[in-house]
C-alpha cells in the first residue's frame, strides 16, 4: 500500500485543546493512517493513503475546523551544480516563485530546503523551476538511497579523470620536453605529431570535458555565468587555436607542431576533474556524523503477535505493538516496560557509561542497549517519531542550513564570474597590444590562466563544509544545533542564565539529613517517620520515604493520616503521634525547638529544606530534603567563565535558599523568587543591557525564556516542549555541554573565517599573478583544484575537535 507522510504548518491554535481536536478529526479521515500534532511546533505530521485521500482534502478538514494551513517545506536534491554560483542562481530562481516563502540551497549538500504554500506552487513546480535553470532536481530520497547515487556519482568522477589522465599522459610527456631544464627528456616523434595530439585532445575536451560545455550552454542561457563558463572558454580557447593551426601546418610545411596548446586544455579538464573528484570523497565525509547514528538503528524487532514472537523489520513496528527484547540486543524503538528488570546501556543518548536500571512502567529509548533481562515493551514512538530519528532530523536540519556569514560568500560569487571573464578580456588586450605585441598564442595563454584560477568553488565550499562537519561533530558530543545561524551566534554568547530546578540540580528532591534527637533510638525514629510519609502524595514526603526504604528498614502502616497544609502532617503509627513539618506547626503544638533553630537556619542556608519531628507532643529529630546538585555543575560553570562568560542562576526558591545552592556552584549572580512567567522579563532586563545572553533550562515553565533568549538551550533530558523552543538541545543532561556548545561554535566560525580568507586570497593573489603572466595555464589548473580540496579538508579538522577540556 502506498504511504505518504506530510508535514503541515497549523496557524490559530490556541492551546493543546485545539490540537488534540485537529488530531482526531485527522486520525478519523479515510485513507489517514496516522496523525500527530503538534502544539508547540503549531505543525501536524500526517501519514495517509495518496490513493484514498489527497493533501488539499487534508488541509480542507483542517480549515474546516476553524484552523489555517501555511506551509509545506522540502527537501530537494540538485544534480548539476558546480560551483557557488549555480546554486547562488538556483536559490534566487526559486524564492522568485509565487508561494515560495524561503527556498535555501546548500551547494555542498546538494540539496534545497524549499518552505511554500501548497494552494500556490507544488513540489512539481520547484522542481521543473530547477530544471528550466539548468539543472536536475528530486524530491529528497532516503538517506540510504542518496548515500548510494553520491557513491555513484563519485565513481563516474573517477572513471572520467582516469580515461582523461590516461590521454592526458603523452601530451603531459611533451610539455615537459619544451622547458630548457627538461629537454634532455626523450619524447617518441609521434607525440609530437599535431594530428595525434588533437587525436588525444578531442575526446578529453567534447567527451570528457563536455559536463562544462552543458553547464555553461545552460548558465548563459539564463544570462548568469558560473565556473563551467571560464573552463569551457579557457579550455576552448587552448583547443580551438591549437586545432587551427593543426589545419594550417602543410601551409607552414612541417610535420611537427611545437607551439601546440592541446596539452593546455586537456591537462586543464584532467585536473579540475581530479579536485572535483577528491572534493567529491572530502564532502562524503563531512556527512559521517549522519551516518554513525544511522548505524545506531536496530535492524530488526521482535513483536509479540497473538502469542506468537516473529521477527519483522524495525520499520514495520507501529504504535502499541508488544516488542521482546532480550540481552545485548538493541532497543528497536523509543517505548515503555509492560513487564522484565533490567539495565539498558543509553551512553548513545546521555553520554552516561553506567547502565540505567528498568522496570515496568519505565521508558526506553530506540537505539540503546538491553544489558541483562529479558524485557517487554509497548511501542509508544515508531519511525520518524522515534528520539534518534529526531536528533538525525535536527542534524540533518543544522547542515543544510546557511549561517549568516555565508552571505559573503553569496554576495561575491553571484558577479565573480562576469568580473573575471572581464579580467581575462582586459588581460589578452594589454598582452596583445602593449606587453608582446602581435604574440596572439603568449596574450591567449595568459588569459587562459586568468579564466581557470578564478574559479569560484573554494569560495563557495567555505562556509557549508565548516557547517556540515561543526555540527555534525557537535551531535557526536550530545549537542545539536537546530541551524548554522544558531552555531554561529553561539559563539557571540557572553552571558549564560542558568535554570536552578532540573539544570543545576537533577530536578528531584533527595534526603540529605536525618537527625534523631539525643537518647531517641535511631531506627524507631526512622520507622516512625517513614511510616508516617508512606500516605503522603507530596514530592518531599516521597524524598523522605526513598530515603529511608533505602536504609532496609521495615514500615508499618499508619492506622491514621492528616494531611495540614502549609504546616505538614499528622499520623498515628503503632499507637504514637507523629508530627512532621514546620516551625509553624510545633509552635501550635506547643513543641520547643529553640536547640535546633541554629540548625535548622545552616541547613537552609546549605540550600536544603528542613523539616521538624515530634513524637508524642516531644521534639524527636530534623529531616532536612534537597534537590541535590549536578555531579557536573560547578566544574561547568567554572568552564563558563573560563570563556569570560557571566552566569547566571534563576529559580522561583527564596532567596536564601537560592544563595545557598548558587554558593555551591561558583555562581555570584541570582535571580531568586523568579514566577515562571517572569524569567522571559529577567532575559529581555539583561538584552537590554547589551549583553548576548543564552537561556538554559529543562521545564515547560522555561520555553518562553528559552525562545525569548539569543540563544536557548534546553536539557535534552527535559520535555519536548522546552526542547522544540530551543535553538540548541544538549543530550545528556550535563552542564559541561554549555561548555562545549560554545566551544565548539567557536572553533567552527574560526574554521569558516579560515576558509573565507584563504578562498578570497586564493583568488586575490592568484588572478593578478595570472594576469602578469608568471602562471602557466596547467599550473593554475592545479592550483584552482587544489583550493577546493584544501577548504574541504581543513573543515574536516572540526571533526577531530574535542571537548574543552
Known sequence: MPTKQISIQIAGMTCAACANRIEKALSRMDGVMEANVNFALERANVSYDPERVDLTEIEKKVEALGFQTINETVELHLMGMTCAACANRIEKGLNRLPGVSQATVNFALETAHVEYSPAEVSPEDL?????????????????GEEQDHRQSETQKQKRLFILSAILSLPLLWTMVSHFSFTSFI????????????????TPIQFLVGGRFYIGAYKALRNKSANMDVLVALGTSAAYFYSFYLTLTTPLHGSHHMVNLYYETSAILITLILLGKWLEAKAKGRTSEAIKKLMGLQAKTAIVLRDGQETQIPVEAVVQGDLLLVKPGEKIPVDGEVVEGLSAVDESMLTGESIPVEKQPGDSVIGATINKQGRLIIRATKVGKETALAQIIRVVEEAQGSKAPIQRIADQISGIFVPIVAGIALVTFLIWYFIGEPGQFASALEKAIAVLVIACPCALGLATPTSIMAGSGRAAELGILFKGGEHLETTQQINTVILDKTGTITHGKPKLTDLIAATGFPEETFLKLVGAAEKSSEH??????????????????DPDHFEAIPGYGIRAMVQGQEVLIGTRKLMKQHHISIEAVERHMQKLEQEGKTSMLVAIDQKYAGLIAVADTIRETSKQAIERLKALGIEVFMVTGDNERTAQGIARQVGIQHVLAEVLPEEKANEVKKLQNQGKKVAMVGDGINDAPALATADIGMAIGTGTDVAIEAADITLMRGDLNSVADAVWMSKKTMANIKQNLFWALAYNSIGIPVAALGFLA?????????????????????????????
Open 186 to 201: 626523450w619524447v617518441p616523434d609521434i607525440f609530437m605529431n599535431p594530428w595525434f595530439q588533437l587525436a588525444l585532445a
Open 777 to 805: 595555464p596547467w599550473v593554475a589548473g592545479a592550483a584552482m583544484a587544489l583550493s577546493s580540496v584544501s577548504v574541504v579538508l581543513n573543515a574536516l579538522r572540526l571533526q577531530k575537535i574535542k571537548k574543552l577540556q
Open 539 to 556: 514530592p518531599l514526603a516521597q524524598a523522605i520515604l526513598e530515603g529511608i526504604q533505602a536504609k532496609k528498614v521495615s514500615l508499618p
Open 127 to 143: 522542481i521543473q523551476k530547477v530544471k528550466q535553470l539548468g539543472y536536475d532536481a528530486k524530491i529528497k530520497e532516503e538517506k
